[in-house]
């Protein structure tokens, strides 16, 4: 036989673009699959970016005004003024003046974050002074000498405020960070609920109400790489402020379950001490992060970090807020005539929120024992999009659950209503887990048939080369050794 018809007889098949192509496919459908199946249940990962969250305009940047010290003019809606130098030591035997002048009609709140100064009993010293108007001819409105005046606050019905720092020839020290805000004037006077823009609003003086991210929520898509605050401001008998969580879902949030510490590089949405000195603040990066909450004895703000994204439809956050005063320890009245007392957690809010649908409270204490005639809200005012209702409203326990926890196989609801009507369990197994063992064996064997495929080559090969070698063929060549 002609040796090189026997080479060709013993030739292994002609690879099979077909055969490779449907393994390929078969790989690609079990990862699909995966994916939808974890996308259905609702195991999300969120990307991260590498980007700088903004900050609050300062003086460099406010419409070319002078940094250092003397007739620098402020006119942004939100601005920050400090001493020459800040935070480092101020010089002395020095004069500086500022000018705030926002759009006429305007309200001003005016925070000083930090102070430190030479003091002084009759403030011939260092001082800081602060006028009306635009110069040292208003009505004067405080003058600080203290060595430590920081969360001085300050709201007038007025768009202009003239600010002079002085220093003598001797002494000194770090000096003072001054935060503005302006705000319509209407703001002074509201008391009663109303809803805020954190894009769009500065300040709230009102007892209670809604932060949105936007104007469009939950419509809309939230506005991307911006930086965004709304300060809340405690005034008369409260002094404090309770924010909770009623909505989160945003996108570049990052990778990490709620309660964890947040990357630097996650948009996030912060509430802290407007004076910015205390370490209290909770910061929510994770979606799923609904709920969350927290009480502050002083003017609160709430700060909004995005990052560039597209348009994903995401909806943004909704929050709630309530002013509040700490209780008088023991005593039939706790709390003032008008105001409800928070049993347990030692807080007075306002009368008027008591079962109006809302849990100011905290812990629901303000909607339970309500009227026969109370309606219980619609259940979209009680539970966000990603939520369903247990059924057990204003009870201490679980009130929503999320959507991808119904029929994990835990209660969830004390009601058990999340696991109520769920696919019957498979030899033990849920039907979640059910499903997670079918696609793994889907994969196993795929893989396994790769694999056998491989060597199942390799081993013909081996035989075809011994068979040649034999025969004294050169399988390379293609002729005789």
């Known amino acids: 036989m002609d040796k090189s018809k026997m080479a060709d007889n013993l030739r292994l098949p002609t690879r099979r673009h077909g055969n490779d192509m449907l393994t390929i496919l078969m790989l690609l459908l079990s990862y699909t699959a995966s994916a939808f199946i974890v996308e259905s249940f609702g195991v999300k990962e969120y990307p991260s970016y590498q980007s700088r969250p903004g900050s609050l305009p300062s003086q460099e940047s406010l419409d070319g005004s002078d940094v250092g010290c003397g007739n620098s003019v402020f006119t942004s809606d939100v601005g920050e003024i400090t001493s020459p130098n800040y935070p480092k030591i ?47 001819d208003g009505a004067l409105l405080m003058k600080i000498c203290d060595f430590n005046s920081s969360r001085s606050t300050l709201s007038l019905n007025g768009s202009e405020v003239f600010v002079v720092f ?69 005034g008369g008998r409260f002094t404090g402020v309770y924010v909770s969580f009623f909505d989160v879902n945003m996108k570049v949030f990052s990778v990490h379950s709620p309660g964890q510490a947040c990357p630097t590089t996650a948009e996030k949405i912060v509430v802290s001490p407007a004076n910015q000195e205390s370490s209290k603040e909770l910061t929510v990066c994770a979606n799923e992060a609904n709920r969350s909450s927290t009480a502050i004895d002083s003017a609160v703000s709430i700060t909004m970090y995005t990052l560039p994204h597209s348009n994903y439809n995401y909806r943004g956050f909704k929050a709630f807020f309530t002013q509040y005063y700490h209780s008088k320890d023991g005593g039939i009245h706790p709390c003032l005539v008008d105001d409800f007392y928070c049993e347990g957690l030692s807080r007075c809010i306002p009368g008027f929120l008591r079962c109006d649908g809302i849990n100011h409270c905290g812990n629901h204490a303000d909607e339970r024992n309500c009227d026969p005639d109370f309606e219980i809200p619609a259940i979209e005012d009680i539970c966000n999009p990603d939520e369903i209702y247990c059924g057990s409203y204003a009870q201490p326990y679980t009130t929503c659950v999320i959507k991808h926890r119904i029929c994990d196989g835990r209660k969830n609801c004390v009601n058990g209503l999340d696991e109520k009507s769920c696919p019957e369990p498979v030899a033990g197994l849920s ?51």
């Not at 979640?432 to 889907?442: C, P, T």
């Open 431 to 481: 039907a979640k887990a059910m499903v997670g063992v079918i696609l793994g064996l889907f994969q196993v064997v795929v893989l396994a048939a790769v694999v056998t495929r491989y060597f199942h080559h390799r081993r013909r090969k081996r035989e075809r080369n011994k068979v040649l070698r034999n025969t004294g063929y050169d399988a390379v060549k293609g002729s005789e050794l």
């Open 166 to 234: 002085q220093s003598n020839h001797i002494g000194s020290s770090t000096g003072f960070r001054l935060l503005y805000y302006a705000f319509q004037s209407t703001e002074l006077n509201r008391r009663n609920s109303a809803t805020y823009d954190v894009c769009n609003q500065t300040i709230s003086m009102a007892l209670s109400g809604e932060v949105l991210s936007h104007r469009g929520y939950p419509n809309n898509d939230y506005p991307s790489d911006v930086t965004c605050q709304l300060v809340i401001d405690p």
């Open 90 to 136: 101020y010089p002395n035997d020095i004069s500086c003046e500022y000018r705030i002048s926002v759009v006429a009609g305007s309200s001003l709140w005016l925070q000083f974050t930090d102070v430190s100064m030479e003091t002084s009993d009759n403030c011939d010293l260092d001082s800081i002074t602060l006028y009306t108007g635009n110069d040292s």
